[in-house]
């Protein structure tokens, strides 16, 4: 946990991460426009729209990814149960370790599969080889991988398939042992049986943790998603369950997309 100077809002009951009125600038370029928005814990949240619409944009500033990205500016309030994340004194590396990414590709590092799995606690400092051998088995497991690459730890990352490889990525995530994972596109680059495998984790890890996730696919959005939100021109138009998106939208912009007749 972490102190937050700014006085709490209040969120309901089960509020994993809060969004208040949200600004995201690319030097004067407004790419997100006051967006808010609320992550239930331990539910999947897909954000979906057309190219251009502002969702990747969006999801990085849940974990302060636009503090890496010269000229970007945020404004607003992400809570992470119920602390602001921007707040000045909280570290950002941490909160990108509580709030973890998944990008569109998978991007292993060119390292033996074990050393990818326990690059974060290394990092932070942990040694012994037991707890990290724990470690990395524990997070396979989670990644539904380590049946696929429990007798070869010990070699590259590079050596597997695609779909191997995004699900190592998220094995890697899971490593440090994070509260939410952010998975932009994550399986845009796989075949359907890849994409397949992504979806069935997606399901099993919300059990544990909260996803938020950013897919093109309608399809995907209605088979993995508990709630969606819609964005288009960098505005967040309208959230809801993904049923009630999908059947009954308040926006005849989210109806007109929903159905392909925009975007």
């Given at each position: 946990?972490f102190?937050?100077t700014a006085?709490p ?13 949200l600004?995201v ?5 407004q790419?997100?426009?006051n967006a808010?928005?609320a992550?239930p ?13 502002g969702?990747?944009?969006?999801i ?15 404004e607003g309030r992400?809570?992470l ?10 570290d950002?590396?941490?909160?990108r370790?509580r ?9 292993p590092f060119p ?34 991988l ?5 007798d ?7 050596t597997l398939?695609?779909g ?8 890697r995530?899971?490593?440090v042992?994070?509260e939410v994972?952010l998975?932009?596109?994550p ?21 544990e ?7 093109h696919s309608?399809q995907?959005?209605?088979?993995i998603?508990?709630?969606t ?9 309208e959230?809801?369950?993904t049923?009630?998106?999908f059947?009954k939208?308040?926006d005849?912009r ?10």
């Amino acid at each position: 946990m972490f102190a937050d100077t700014a006085e709490p809002a209040t969120i309901s009951t089960g509020t994993k991460l809060n969004v208040e009125n949200l600004d995201v600038y690319y030097g004067t370029f407004q790419a997100i426009k006051n967006a808010s928005l609320a992550v239930p814990v331990n539910q999947v949240m897909a954000l979906i729209g057309p190219s251009g619409c502002g969702k990747s944009t969006f999801i990085r500033a849940l974990n302060r990814m636009h503090d890496l990205t010269p000229g970007a500016r945020v404004e607003g309030r992400v809570l992470l149960d119920n602390r602001n994340i921007y707040a000045p004194e909280i570290d950002p590396v941490t909160i990108r370790y509580r709030i973890g990414m998944v990008f569109q590709r998978p991007n292993p590092f060119p390292k033996s599969i074990f050393d990818n799995v326990v690059y974060g606690p290394r990092i932070h400092g942990e040694t012994d080889k037991a707890t990290l051998m724990e470690i990395c088995e524990r997070s396979l497991h989670r990644a539904a991988l380590w049946d696929e690459v429990k007798d070869r730890l010990d070699r590259s990352a590079m050596t597997l398939s695609g779909g191997q490889q995004q699900r190592l990525c998220i094995a890697r995530c899971l490593g440090v042992d994070p509260e939410v994972i952010l998975m932009d596109e994550p399986a845009s680059a796989l075949d359907p049986i890849a994409t397949s495998k992504i979806e069935d984790l997606i399901e099993a890890l919300k059990k544990e943790y909260t996803v938020v996730i950013v897919t093109h696919s309608m399809q995907q959005a209605a088979r993995i998603s508990d709630n969606t939100a819609f964005f288009l021109m960098g505005e967040l138009l309208e959230t809801d369950t993904t049923a009630t998106i999908f059947t009954k939208p308040k926006d005849k912009r989210t109806e007109d997309y929903i159905t392909g007749r925009y975007g």
